[in-house]
DNA sequence: TTGTAAGCGTTATCAC
DNA sequence: GTGATAACGCTTACAA
């Protein structure tokens, strides 16, 4: 901690210019060599560093990029924020953390503090995603783009996953791997990705042939390592399945987690896949197939498309569709 | 994204009252019930939301609080994140984030760039602590909280685990589950947490009466999965060990990894210890036995450290200091 | 208690 | 290209 600061005014009257000429100098504005020669070096001599506050109250722009998800915790969300993070840090700019526990109230409590300026922009993923969302995005000061599922109505980016596509091609490489009893472990069916990657689950199911059995659905409260451990004990009460797909690397971890608490080898006798393919794959016994959906691709693209549109608010609104890709491990290997 | 914000001051026309009235019945401080209930009345009908710039500019508090880590992907910072974020929240406040990839530079980059005045505080993770750190925080303007070693010339509040002990503690355990030959595969030691760790599981030998050999030690060039799957493997092309102890959990998930590859059994060939206790020990196979280094709490602490700081900036420099306890699962039961 | 008015430190808009 | 000067939107003395 330490004591008074240095302003533009020191700056100015240091150098023997005028504060609108000292503000010019630091900011790249054309000026004459002597002149930015004197600034540059009484600001440095001062130790002189901009405020903040004061540069963005007139000049309109924070320099900060807002990023709400559902939880920190989540390694797929920690992949996008260190992807943003790259995008935000190449642009001079900060990265303003939210963590929102999947509540949709505290997503619209965030879009709403837009209005507070704190931000110039925001990337919001949420899971359920409503019209509430689109009515309060309409009112956003600043621009957001939506990681998810593209709204209808909403004049916003938007950057989309193939969740469904990937989750068909999943059961479709196990039903190839000589699986006939392929069961399904998703988080809560009301949300975005819980809707879509069932779709898939029930697409890839028609595309092998292979009959629905309500027996081999079960969801977790959550998309979480527990639910997915509860949700897989459930499942092996019934008639066993020889493959388990689930609908992130979270609950697919808990699956192998029950699976190796009832003694049942993976992949001999029971396959299992997962989706994110997040860094928990290659840390998980044994390592885990999973359906990538490109989260950092996702979260780097919508950084991008941020940037863009805070640099040019009136361009039309774009939507990137990230493709999705098996990308197959020992925990899918042949049967035993 | 829409047109023209109302400010303070269409409130005030609205509601009938001065700026400064608007301003001090938003601002909860003591008004008349009348102009009270005119003015935030006034203020719901225009959907009034104070700018932060201008709020900050003048009362010189941002609102926000800064985290600088070195790796968001690290789980341990991932909770830490999520305890910060807990009581910035119950402040109203809001996180800005910082990975430094462990960078020195990078962290007195972001040291420095408090002098722009964006924060109002710091929580500083850093895994090399030198003078230039000391140097530099001396310059904030803000505080600053250390997570790390109590800094010596430093009036800075610091939080501190107690790895040594703690290393020394597993070690201990180990010998006392009847390992005899326990390796230590370290990160980088010249890191803080390095040099504490190495000392403790010197420590733990000479406690119980075991000899230091070289050929049980190898570091990884980082605190990480894949270094500790490499270090491991070159640990077991010599004799082979009964008990390792890892600096961290990411590098007993490389070391799990090795194993396998290696078909040893864990814990009844080799025992595994990992450090951190992180939400990694319950996800890998087998469980993996870690000491707590209370990680969510020493970021908590210093998150509060912080905030009381903030608000009473000239009270005395405080360390904290968070004992460590070793949490016991699967991966270090009975040899076989 | 309330209103008046003076900034907070910058950047943007003018004439020059 | 440069220098006055007026905002930016708010908080806080100070006087009423």
Redesign the interface.
């Known amino acids: 901690?330490?004591d008074k600061?240095p302003t533009i005014t020191t700056v100015a009257n240091l150098a023997n210019v005028s504060v609108a000429s000292a503000s010019r100098a630091l900011n790249g504005i054309k000026t004459t060599p002597d002149v930015y020669e004197r600034v540059t070096e009484a600001a440095e001599r001062v130790?002189y560093?901009?405020?903040?506050?004061?540069s963005?109250?007139r000049s309109r722009r924070?320099?900060?990029i807002a990023f709400a998800m559902p939880d920190?915790?989540n390694?797929i969300y920690?992949?996008m924020?260190?992807s943003i993070?790259e995008v935000v840090r190449a642009g001079g700019m900060?990265?303003?953390?939210?963590?929102t526990g999947g509540d949709v109230d505290e997503e619209l409590a965030i879009v709403?503090?837009l209005?507070?300026?704190?931000a110039d922009g925001l990337i919001l993923v949420s899971l359920r995603l409503s019209d509430d969302h689109v009515a309060e995005l309409?009112?956003?000061?600043?621009?957001v783009v939506v990681i998810g599922r593209a709204l209808r109505g909403a004049?916003v980016d938007t950057v989309q996953a193939d969740s469904r596509r990937g989750a068909a091609e999943a059961v479709r490489h196990l039903h190839a791997s000589g699986r006939r009893r392929i069961a399904f472990v998703n988080g809560p069916l009301e949300t975005v990705p819980g809707a879509q990657r069932h779709e898939g689950y029930v697409d890839g199911l028609r595309a092998t042939g292979l009959a629905l059995e309500e027996s081999l659905l079960e969801t977790g409260e959550d998309f979480m390592?527990e639910p997915g451990r509860a949700a897989t004990a459930r499942l092996l009460q019934r008639e066993r399945p020889d493959a388990i797909l689930c609908a992130n690397d979270l609950l697919a971890?808990g699956a192998?987690?029950a699976l190796?608490d009832s003694g049942l080898a993976v992949p001999g006798e029971v396959a299992v896949v997962g989706m994110d393919n997040s860094?928990?794959c290659?840390?998980?016994?044994p390592r885990l197939t999973s359906v990538d959906l490109g989260a950092a691709r996702r979260a780097q693209a919508a950084a991008e498309l941020l940037v863009k549109r805070i640099e040019q608010?009136t361009r039309r609104a774009r939507t990137i569709d990230v493709p999705a890709a098996l990308v197959v491990r020992e925990s899918c290997g042949a049967a035993a």
Chains 1, 2 share one sequence.
């Not at 309409?138 to 621009?143: I, N, T």
């Open positions: 901690m330490a600061r130790g560093v901009p405020n903040a506050a004061a963005s109250l924070t320099g900060q920190v915790a390694p920690t992949a924020v260190a993070q900060r990265l303003v953390l939210h963590s709403r503090d209005r507070r300026r704190f309409g009112r956003s000061p600043v621009p004049r390592v971890t192998l987690s190796h860094a928990l290659d840390v998980v016994y608010p």
